[in-house]
């Protein structure tokens, strides 16, 4: 597993996903205007490509961060925004340059996995312009995405679904409820075929309360729990 380390959170992902995420930065970077700091930054993502399992993630946090410039956060950035963008389009020319084997090489695979690397980047996006707006600098906007309203809601939501797992693994109660309540919030616009998944998370957020010490607000997700499980029929 590899583990990007953030100011407030983490985004993390499998060895091999990671392997082909940064194969697919160096091809983008490569593509945008070449600068001295862009060739610095993907000479960085190359050696990082060549560590092994465990060891191609870096911190982002800007106190202990390897990529210390402005310049290079903000080039990264930008790359994980077409990384994004070129992701949601149905065929893709500079995808379609990655080797067969690597995981984001075409833009026809199944539409859950897309969807899932898509939110990765933007996930990913998002950690790096907590580090820029720390230290001053403006974020990097996200680029227009080629996808439906309904594929554009998938991708908050998968969004919102690992930050959550990151909170919870941190044992940040609090942070971790206000997750649970933006997850509530976004499916709660798709009643009723998201029904089942709404109960689970009340059901979750009433056991965090618990947890807390909050009685009579776990009750009430508890029962708000129950009201919204679909109707058995």
Known sequence: MEVFKGITRSVCGSNGLIHDLI??????????????????????????????????????????????????????????AECA???????????????????????????????????????????????????????????????????????QLKILLARKQDLKKRSDNDGHIVAVDQILQLLQTELPEKRRQISDVLQEKGELLESCGRSFEAIAAYRAAVEAEPDPE
Do not use: Y
Not at 53 to 79: H, Y
């Open 23 to 80: 194969e697919t930065w160096i091809i983008i970077g490569e593509l945008l205007k070449p600068s001295n700091e862009s060739t610095e930054l993907i000479s960085f993502l190359r050696n990082r490509l060549s560590l092994g399992d465990g060891g191609r993630a870096w911190n982002v946090a800007p106190s202990n961060s390897e990529l210390r410039r402005f310049g290079d956060w903000k080039i990264l950035a930008q790359i994980l």
């Open 85 to 155: 963008a070129q992701l949601s389009l149905e065929n893709s020319e500079i995808l379609s340059c990655l080797n067969r084997t690597n995981c984001l090489s075409s833009s026809n695979q199944d539409r859950e996995h897309r969807i899932f690397l898509i939110s990765w980047n933007l996930d990913f996006m998002d950690l790096i312009n907590e580090s820029l707006i720390a230290t001053g600098f403006p974020r990097v906007e996200q680029q227009r995405l080629h996808l439906t309203a309904k594929e554009l809601h998938e991708v």
